[in-house]
């Protein structure tokens, strides 16, 4: 089966702009998650989605995170405006309801200067 | 809020010797425990997993036990090679809204 699609692999914006990443998960999966992993640090969940709703974005910055899972299937996360703490690999993930294991997509690794 | 302790941060073997890295984790109510490995610059991918209902689990050279009176849980690797090096995350499904948390990672470096 296809894996999790993430874009872009990579970006570097300056500090003030505005970023978005995109995540396509596995066919199926109606659970997706967005984590954001600094270096050197482990997966640190920001929001997870359970088809087109919410379920936990505790952890979400909100004053300059957004994200959304429109139909239940594709998922964009937006940063506005970024922060230089906000360098780090963004991983999106998506599980299957019957199962606890998710599978990681590549990640974009975004650099804010 | 929850939180998993990861030990130790690096570690250096030499091939074909064990590696053992070591987890505690806050929550009592938690079922699941999973490992993931990372090579540098990839996506993490899951090794293996323990549900709370058992003690240990194998696969081949690697194995993890758990012990939920204690709440700590074990990433057992033997026989290492080289293509084992990376960094390997433990993790716990809260009970609450079954999330993951992570640890902060191992290093593992095998050496020929």
Same mark, same amino acid.
């Given at each position: 089966?296809? &894996?999790?699609?993430?874009?872009?692999?990579?970006?570097?914006?300056?500090? =003030?702009?505005?970023?978005?990443?995109?995540?396509?998960?596995?066919?199926?999966?109606?659970? @997706?998650?967005?984590?954001?992993?600094? @270096?050197?640090?482990?997966?640190? #969940? #920001?929001?997870?989605?359970?088809?087109?709703?919410?379920?936990?974005?505790?952890?979400?910055?909100?004053? =300059?995170?957004?994200?959304? =899972? #429109?139909?239940?299937?594709?998922?964009?996360?937006?940063?506005?405006?970024?922060?230089?703490?906000?360098?780090?690999?963004?991983?999106?993930?998506?599980?299957?309801?019957?199962?606890?294991?998710?599978?990681?997509?590549? &990640?974009?690794?975004?650099?804010?200067? | 809020? *929850?939180?998993?302790?990861?030990?130790?941060?690096?570690?250096?073997? $030499? *091939?074909?010797?064990?590696?053992?890295?070591?987890?505690?984790?806050?929550?009592?109510?938690?079922?699941?425990?999973?490992?993931?490995? $990372? *090579?540098?610059?990839?996506?993490?991918?899951?090794?293996?997993?323990?549900?709370?209902?058992?003690?240990?689990?194998?696969? $081949?050279?690697?194995?993890?036990?758990?012990?939920?009176?204690?709440?700590?849980?074990?990433?057992?690797?033997?026989?290492?090679?080289?293509?084992?090096?990376?960094?390997?995350?433990?993790?716990?499904?809260?009970?609450?809204?079954?999330?993951?948390?992570?640890?902060?990672?191992? $290093?593992?470096?095998?050496?020929?």
């Amino acid at each position: 089966e296809a &894996g999790v699609a993430q874009s872009p692999r990579y970006k570097i914006i300056e500090k =003030r702009q505005s970023v978005a990443f995109w995540c396509n998960p596995i066919s199926g999966h109606a659970t @997706l998650y967005w984590y954001q992993q600094i @270096l050197g640090q482990g997966p640190k #969940l #920001l929001i997870q989605f359970q088809n087109n709703g919410v379920v936990d974005d505790s952890q979400l910055p909100k004053d =300059r995170f957004s994200a959304e =899972r #429109l139909k239940g299937v594709d998922s964009t996360l937006k940063i506005q405006p970024a922060k230089l703490e906000d360098s780090a690999v963004y991983l999106c993930a998506s599980r299957d309801l019957k199962s606890y294991e998710q599978y990681f997509g590549p &990640g974009t690794r975004l650099t804010v200067t | 809020g *929850e939180n998993v302790e990861q030990h130790p941060s690096t570690l250096s073997v $030499q *091939e074909g010797d064990s590696a053992v890295i070591k987890c505690t984790y806050s929550d009592s109510a938690s079922n699941y425990f999973p490992w993931y490995k $990372q *090579e540098l610059g990839k996506r993490p991918q899951l090794i293996i997993d323990i549900r709370s209902n058992v003690g240990e689990k194998k696969d $081949q050279r690697i194995a993890v036990t758990l012990n939920k009176t204690a709440k700590h849980f074990s990433l057992h690797i033997t026989e290492t090679q080289p293509e084992d090096s990376a960094v390997y995350f433990c993790a716990f499904r809260g009970s609450t809204l079954g999330r993951l948390y992570f640890g902060r990672g191992t $290093q593992l470096t095998v050496w020929p």
